[in-house]
């Protein structure tokens, strides 16, 4: 079982829509909760970060952190064409410290 | 603006070829630096944590030999990908941690190897 599980997509949306991208992992020792965006050829961007269970909100994006079912889940809504990328979940034990990847889930969101 | 910079963007190269790559972390001092490769429709993989002043730590399965790290200061650390060959090919980021606590880290835009 790998320790971070991302559903790879691909996910194809309409503009406008709500997009929900979920993970889930299997280490406890996980209290940060991080959603990179990468573009194609580029570094990972950071989106949203959470400390434990939780939503936080930023604009459009909306993270979720469900500790005891290990599931994070980011909400897009009113998605835009310039959302489409691949997102990556990255949970880790310390904010500053290595990361752990979940595979990524490659959105497109055509006019 | 950008707080890692990382060079060259793109290489390509010779098999056998030894190639460098440099992060720069241009807002914090990085006592650590990480460096993960990235395969075609893959995520991203840790390979090594890049220490000021200090061996590497890789990964399992990541050969020392192969890919060697320095981090001589704390705005600096390079990979160098030693008589390089196709399987080498990849997408290679660097991270850098800030130095405010709860924060977390910030990439580079990456290093295209490609190995002929």
């Known amino acids: 079982q790998k320790e971070v599980e991302q559903d790879p997509g691909p996910l194809s949306v309409p503009e406008g829509a709500i997009v929900s991208l979920n993970c889930t992992y299997s280490n406890s020792a996980f209290q940060y909760f991080m959603w990179y965006r990468q573009y194609s050829r580029k570094g990972p961007e950071l989106l949203m970060y959470?400390?434990?269970?939780g939503n936080k909100e930023d604009g459009r994006f909306t993270a979720q952190v469900d500790k005891s079912s290990k599931y994070i889940s980011l909400f897009i809504r009113d998605s835009q064409p310039s959302d489409s990328a691949t997102y990556l979940c990255a949970p880790a034990g310390t904010s500053y410290g290595k990361l752990t990847f979940g595979q990524g889930t490659i959105l497109t969101v055509h006019p | 603006g950008a707080v890692v910079s990382q060079h060259p963007s793109w290489v390509i190269c010779k098999s056998g070829t030894s190639v460098k790559i440099e992060c720069r972390s241009l807002?914090?001092?990085?006592?650590?630096m990480f460096w993960y490769r990235q395969f075609p429709k893959q995520s991203l993989m840790l390979m090594a944590t890049s220490n000021e002043g200090s061996k590497a730590t890789y990964e399992q399965g990541v050969e020392k030999d192969k890919f060697l790290i320095n981090h001589a200061s704390l705005t600096l650390s390079t990979l160098t990908v030693t008589s390089a060959h196709p399987e080498d090919s990849s997408f290679y980021i660097c991270?850098?941690?800030?130095?405010?606590?709860?924060?977390?880290?910030?990439f580079g835009d990456g290093t295209r190897l490609s190995i002929l």
């Open positions: 807002d914090f001092q990085a006592t650590t």
């Open positions: 959470t400390y434990s269970s």
């Open positions: 991270s850098v941690p800030t130095s405010y606590s709860n924060q977390p880290q910030h």
